[in-house]
Structure formats: C-alpha cells, structure tokens
C-alpha cells in the first residue's frame, strides 16, 4: 500500500535548524505535488508550505517564510523541509504528503492530498 514515511525530527534547541525528509513507498514523487504540514498539541493541523510536481513553485506559511524551505531531489525520490532559526512554537509533529496533480499545483488545502505520512516530532525547547 503506497504512503509516505518523514524522518529527522528531534529534539532542538530554540535558533537552531533541522531537516526533515519525505519519502515514498509504493509510488514515485515525481508526478505527485508535495505539502508540509504540523499540528501541535491542542491546536488544529497547520499548512506548512508545499512544492509542486516541478518544483518551480512554492508556498510558505506565513509563520514561517523566510526560515523554512521545501525542495525535492527527484533523482533521489525524497522531499525536504529544511527548518532554520527555530523557535518554541514550531514545537509540532510535522507530516508530509502528496498529490497528484498539474505540475504546477501547491496548496497547503490538506484535503487535497492523496497519500500522507504517520509524521515525526519536533520539539523546539532549551
């Protein structure tokens, strides 16, 4: 059954980076548009950003633009969300997923993904 697996989540101290992964199983993420997603204890599921099917277009919360970046290594079959100056309340567990689409579609709409992750944790504490 085809779904999506995230790692690098962890533990890290508030400024700090980290990088998380998306890959697949069962499926290629070249046809298939790319969504980052968080929720945190007690809040509502969160768009992070997405990256198309070319990756030619990307969104970016605005809690975050300007200190997260999406891209894709298709030759590598994986996503990345790449996390910079990293503060408290981006403490969430983060969740890929994708969907098949135009090659220039990006939405952070969480219906419309087709295959998600089980996510990874995120913990922004000194």
């Known amino acids: 059954q085809s779904h999506l697996a995230e790692s690098g989540g962890g533990l890290v101290q508030p400024g700090g980076s980290l990088r998380l992964s998306c890959a697949p199983s069962?499926?290629?993420?070249?046809?298939?548009?790319i969504g980052w997603f968080r929720q945190a204890p007690g809040k509502e599921r969160e768009g992070v950003g997405c990256?198309?099917?070319?990756?030619?277009?990307?969104h970016y919360a605005a809690s975050v633009k300007g200190r997260f970046t999406i891209s894709r290594d298709n030759a590598k079959n994986t996503a990345y969300l790449q996390m910079n100056s990293l503060k408290s309340e981006d403490t969430a567990v983060y969740y890929c997923?994708?969907?098949?689409?135009?090659?220039?579609?990006?939405?952070?709409?969480?219906?419309?993904?087709?295959?998600w992750g089980k996510g990874t944790q995120v913990t922004v504490s000194s």
């Open positions: 069962g499926f290629n993420l070249d046809y298939y548009a």
């Open positions: 997923a994708a969907l098949s689409g135009p090659r220039e579609i990006c939405t952070v709409v969480a219906g419309s993904y087709d295959f």
């Open positions: 990256i198309s099917v070319s990756g030619g277009l990307t």
